[in-house]
């Protein structure tokens, strides 16, 4: 497992429960996988380390969290290798990698998305503002760590992002294309798939919440909770699995990139029907965190099938269950978070009925659990209903503390 955040831990914790499989290293893991993990000290997107760890060890299957050491071409390194490893080569995982790639490609293969304008200087955004007319969106092209998409509302939202993208020049290398974009209305969700390149095997839906504060208010996260499965409409999945999905694995094989994966498509639900936001070239954090606890059966014989290429009528099925995620975050978060504060009660949380937690930014620290990075844990709870599911939460919730901690007090409650 390549990682060290909470997804990986939710990963590891059901992978560690499979049939067949012997042992599990994590790279670099975190103090919570270490039960169920040997915690190697190698850094996620240190490709060349991780093939050579792996080709030592006889590692019969790498499964990568996170969208930097894909982008960067681990599955290629692994490839040249001859090892096997479940993640998009560097060409097929520009899907993340470019946000600029994704919109051409869109408009190659009529996939529905915003209407849209590449940009390079301050004089062909204010050109494309005009154009499209506010509100708009700004997107940098590369990766920005979820901090390169800002939605202007107002005109001033809008003087302010030109100088942040090309005065202050804030996304470097990744902001030197951004496109601006028109803003769409609706209901946003997360549709993952697994796929091997030609078969696609829908993942339970899923949605996050993306702001810091209760009822969506608040700077742009990573992620500050999820619930599975999603209130949609039925129908749904199937509209976006033909207009959107499929479209997007033949065209990607058709385009000499074949994708073999997880496709994370970030979906608008407007009037005139779904639109893709963006594609991610792996799990979602924290939407795994949802799914895969409600995942019947092995994990490993999918992950392993798509990763050979063998995918074919594979199907998952899911338990009827609800599960919610709600993330306790450090003080200073989204922004420089404040490390090292010591955490307590998680034997406590745990005693809950229901619940999981998983690491994300904790450290051991002279034997003592302390925060060690923005989001700290996702507690997880179960239920029959999501309501249900999110009170399960909130009871362990309440039993975790560390200085400065914060979270959304709204997460799975009012939905359906
Ligand atoms: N065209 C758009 N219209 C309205 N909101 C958008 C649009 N594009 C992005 N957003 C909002 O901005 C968020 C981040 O954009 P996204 O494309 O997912 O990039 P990233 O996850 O890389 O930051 C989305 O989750 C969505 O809420
Ligand atoms: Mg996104």
Redesign the pocket.
């Given at each position: 497992m390549v990682g060290g955040g909470a997804r990986e831990h939710a990963l590891a914790w059901k992978l560690s429960r499979a049939a067949g499989v012997d042992e599990l290293y994590a790279a670099p893991g975190n103090p919570g996988m270490a039960g169920m993990a040997t915690c190697v000290p190698i850094a996620a997107d240190a490709m060349v380390e991780l093939a050579e760890f792996a080709a030592s060890l006889h590692i019969d299957l790498t499964v990568v969290g996170p969208e930097l050491p894909l982008v960067l071409g681990i599955a290629d390194e692994f490839a040249r290798r001859g090892l096997l490893l479940l993640g998009p080569s560097r060409a097929a995982a520009e899907v993340?990698g470019s946000?600029v790639f994704t919109k051409e490609f869109c408009l190659r293969h009529s996939i529905p998305?915003?209407r849209?304008r590449v940009v390079r200087s301050r004089d062909e955004a204010a050109a494309a503002v005009k154009e499209l007319k506010v509100?708009v969106?700004f997107?940098a092209d590369g990766?920005?760590a979820?901090?390169?998409?800002?939605?202007c509302r107002r005109k001033d939202e809008v003087e302010a992002a030109l100088a942040l993208y090309f005065e202050e020049r804030a996304f470097g290398s990744a902001g030197e294309k951004v496109l601006v974009?028109?803003?769409?209305?609706g209901d946003?969700i997360s549709f993952m798939v697994l796929t091997d390149g030609t078969s696609v095997l829908p993942l339970a839906s899923a949605r996050?919440y993306?702001r810091l504060k209760d009822g969506d208010q608040g700077p742009?996260t990573g992620g500050m909770g999820s619930v599975s499965p999603a209130p949609m409409e039925s129908g749904l999945a199937t509209t976006i699995l033909r207009a959107i999905v499929h479209p997007t694995i033949t065209g990607l094989a058709a385009e000499g990139r074949p994708y073999r994966g997880v496709l994370y498509a970030?979906v608008?639900v407007t009037r005139e029907g779904p639109?893709l936001?963006?594609y991610?070239c792996r799990f979602g954090d924290p939407e795994t965190q949802v799914v895969i606890p409600r995942l019947e059966g092995d994990l490993l014989p999918l992950l392993r099938a798509a990763a050979l290429g063998e995918l074919g009528a594979l199907r998952a099925n899911w338990k009827r269950e609800a599960v919610v995620c709600v993330v306790l975050a450090a003080d200073g978060y989204p922004g420089a978070p404040r490390r090292g504060d010591p955490i307590a009660g998680l034997g406590e949380a745990l005693a809950q009925p229901g619940v999981l937690l998983f690491h994300a930014g904790t450290a051991l620290q002279d034997g003592r659990l302390v925060t060690a990075g923005g989001r700290v844990l996702s507690v997880v709870g179960r239920g029959s209903t999501l309501n249900e599911a999110s009170q399960s939460a909130y009871s362990a919730v309440g039993r975790v503390q560390f200085d400065g901690v914060q979270y959304r007090r709204d997460i799975g409650k009012g939905l359906a």
């Open positions: 993340e946000k998305t915003a849209s509100p969106v997107k990766l920005a979820g901090k390169g998409v800002q939605v974009e028109e803003c769409l209305e946003e996050d993306k742009n970030g608008m639109q936001l963006e991610n």
